[in-house]
Structures are given as C-alpha cells and as structure tokens.
C-alpha cells in the first residue's frame, strides 16, 4: 500500500473498524465476514449512484481501500472446500493464523496480489470481522446509502456467477473443449476477488455454491449452474445476461 493511502486509511482507521462491524453484524460467520467486505468495495459505487457526481466521502473511500484486500483472501478461503460458508469466522483461527495463511499464499507481495497495509492493522480488522471486538455503529456517509442490502446483495450474486463462469471455463479447458489461455482472455482483472478465485485447484463451476451458506445460493447463480455445460462461446452471453439479471439492469 503506497504511503499516501496509508496516511488516508489511518485518518479514518477507528470509523473504518466501526463500519466493518456494523456490515458483519451479530452472526459473524465466514461468508457473512465476506459480504461484508463486498458491501465496503460496493460502498464508493452506491455513493456515487445515490450522490452524483459529490466527491467520495473520504471514510468511504478508506473503507474501501481496507475491504479489497480481505474480498480477495476471503474468497480463497470460502471456494476452499465446502461448508466453510456456514462456520463462524473465528473458528477458523485468529489473527495469527491469518497471518501464517496470508504468507503461506503469498497474498501480501506481487503485482495482483492484495494490497496490503501493516500486518497489526490487517489482524485488528479481521478481529472485528470475526466479532472479537465492540460490535460497531455505522458512519454517517455510510448509514445515508440506506440498507446495505441494497447494494451488496446484488454486487455478491453477479461476483458468484463470474467464478462459476470461471470455473465452467475451466472444467472446459479440461475437456478440450476451449484452449489453455481461455481462463485469460476472459478474466476481469479489474476485480480483485476474480483474480483470487484462481488460487483454490481444481476450481469447478459448482464450487461457486461455497461462497454462499448452504442452499442459499442466489437464483441467478442456480440458473447460471444448471445451464453452463455448453460450448465457451455460449457460456459468455449466458454470463452476461444473468449478470445483469443479478444486478438490476
């Protein structure tokens, strides 16, 4: 994390705490702690839709910053194995442990990777994601986007049917039925969590069904599963669709 969004993340660090408690709220299971670092990457976007064109509130803009990281690792985490959704966050370990995860992966170094700030900083806020600390309030620039159900809920069901679109282009590629490069040249690198959806092997379409607790995957994410054994060239408009099915448009 260069110095300048350093200096920004730290100025708000207590309201970005605050804010991360109040997104995980009373049930801190692993895919809720997930939800609520997507709702902090959805915030800046929600603000700009409910504002236009206001600057972005700056602990908005942190709170951001502080969720892209933890999406990413999250992510790895929930297409692991199954019935990782449903566990509580802490049961999966403390800080410590994300510290020897976040090594053992090399997720703090290289181009792609997270954008990591200090290493006390990454382990207070996953304390507050894993409901180790005073259950949070949220900022006022936060609490005026409304429900944040509003705006994450569809930015979760469009982010599960790109993994299982990966995935299905996987499970193509290993058919041989779409060359090696296919996962590449169809990749959002923009979005972070995507990039990391690459990390778990042997990743299948259905393994999108992890990110969600058990047998809450959302309809569009079911439709998209129980139509992708076709060609990749048919896969790409199904995913387009449904995306945007998922999102409103």
């Not at 929600?46 to 502080?66: C, F």
């Not at 986007?145 to 993994?163: H, R």
């Not at 607790?213 to 669709?241: H, M, S, W």
């Amino acid at each position: 994390m260069n110095q300048t969004a350093l200096r920004q993340l730290t100025s708000c660090w207590s309201e970005v705490c605050s804010a991360a408690g109040w997104l995980v709220g009373p049930s801190p299971t692993a895919h809720r702690a997930w939800w609520a670092v997507l709702a902090g990457t959805a915030a800046p976007a929600a603000h700009a839709r409910v504002h236009p064109g206001e600057p972005i509130p700056r602990v908005l803009s942190s709170l951001y910053k502080a969720s892209l990281g933890f999406s990413q690792v999250l992510t790895a985490i929930l297409l692991a194995e199954d019935g990782v959704a449903d566990t509580p966050l802490v049961e999966l370990g403390d800080g410590s442990m994300l510290a020897e995860v976040l090594e053992r992966g090399r997720w703090l170094v290289g181009a792609e990777q997270v954008c990591a700030g200090p290493m006390p900083m990454i382990e207070a806020l996953y304390a507050v994601l894993a409901g180790q600390t005073t259950p949070g309030s949220a900022p006022p620039a936060l609490e005026a986007l409304g429900a944040p159900e509003a705006y994450t809920d569809p930015w979760m069901a469009w982010v599960g049917i790109q993994i299982a679109f990966l995935g299905a282009v996987r499970e193509a590629i290993g058919r041989g039925q779409a060359p090696d490069d296919a996962i590449d040249r169809h990749l959002r690198p923009s979005i972070p969590c995507l990039r990391s959806a690459l990390a778990v092997p042997d990743r299948r379409a259905a393994h999108a069904r992890r990110l969600f607790p058990t047998g809450r995957a959302p309809d569009v994410l079911e439709a998209f599963l129980e139509a992708c054994e076709v060609p990749v060239a048919a896969l790409l408009p199904l995913r387009d669709r449904l995306g945007a099915q998922a999102l409103g448009c």
